[in-house]
């Protein structure tokens, strides 16, 4: 069966500080990969997609990066963290190609700037 | 601009009575809505999805409803029990450069009076 791990679990960290978070995936291969921030009060939002090695689509613009330098791995970074960079950050995958389907989302990263 | 929008950030229901989680969209484009569950601190779950080609979908106590005239779907539990407390996300898929995109609606938080 396929599983999605996520970690640090939480991070305080000072704003100006970097950041990197990593997220892997067993159990699959040449999965889509995505990364969502959920601020506090609102919904998922869709950061960045891959859907390959080097990959990377970005949503919004801001100072957080990705990155997917393995399949099954992604990685979300920032050279300085600001305040507004607060917020739940979750993980998720999907079957690659071009039918339907669920997205399986990480256990989540509970970042907090200081 | 917010495609996907929850209007009703909470819901209280009665355990066992019919809960009903409503959901509009602009994007006509959309053919493929999903809705999720999320409790504090972990990772939204699948529920339950459904493609624009029907107007129903019913899984277990779980029904999903889509009137696309009125771009709006809600799901509806019967009958609510206290474990279904969490936030429900809707979410509507988008075609995307090699994959497809996942827009969330805000959440409605649900809960279930025992």
Redesign the interface.
């Known amino acids: 069966s396929q599983t999605?791990h996520q970690w640090p679990a939480t991070l305080v960290q000072p704003v100006g500080s970097p950041l990197s978070l990593e997220c892997t995936v067993e159990g699959t291969s040449n999965p889509?990969l995505?990364w969502?921030r959920q601020a506090a009060g609102?919904?998922?939002?869709?950061l960045f997609?891959s859907?390959?090695i080097g990959?990377i689509?970005s949503?919004v613009p801001q100072n957080l990066s990705a990155s997917r330098p393995q399949d099954r791995q992604f990685i979300l970074s920032s050279k300085k963290l600001l305040l507004s960079d607060s917020g739940?950050y979750?993980c998720?995958w999907?079957r690659?190609g071009r039918s339907?389907n669920?997205?399986?989302?990480?256990?989540?990263t509970?970042l907090t700037v200081l | 601009d917010q495609q996907v929008k929850q209007n009703s950030p909470s819901l209280s229901v009665q355990e066992g009575r019919i809960s009903i989680l409503n959901c509009d969209y602009t994007n006509s484009m959309f053919d493929y809505f999903l809705w999720y569950k999320k409790y504090p601190a972990e990772g939204p779950t699948f529920l339950i999805s459904i493609s624009s080609i029907k107007d129903k979908n019913e899984d277990g106590r779980f029904t999903v409803f889509l009137n696309k005239s009125a771009k709006h779907l809600s799901l509806h539990i019967v009958p609510s029990q206290p474990g279904d407390s969490a936030v429900y996300f809707c979410a509507a898929i988008e075609e995307a450069s090699g994959t497809y995109k996942y827009i969330f609606g805000t959440g409605t938080r649900l809960k279930v009076l025992a």
């Open positions: 999605i889509n995505y969502y609102r919904g998922l939002q869709l997609y859907v390959g990959q689509s949503e739940f979750l998720a999907n690659g339907y669920e997205q399986f989302f990480g256990p989540g509970r």
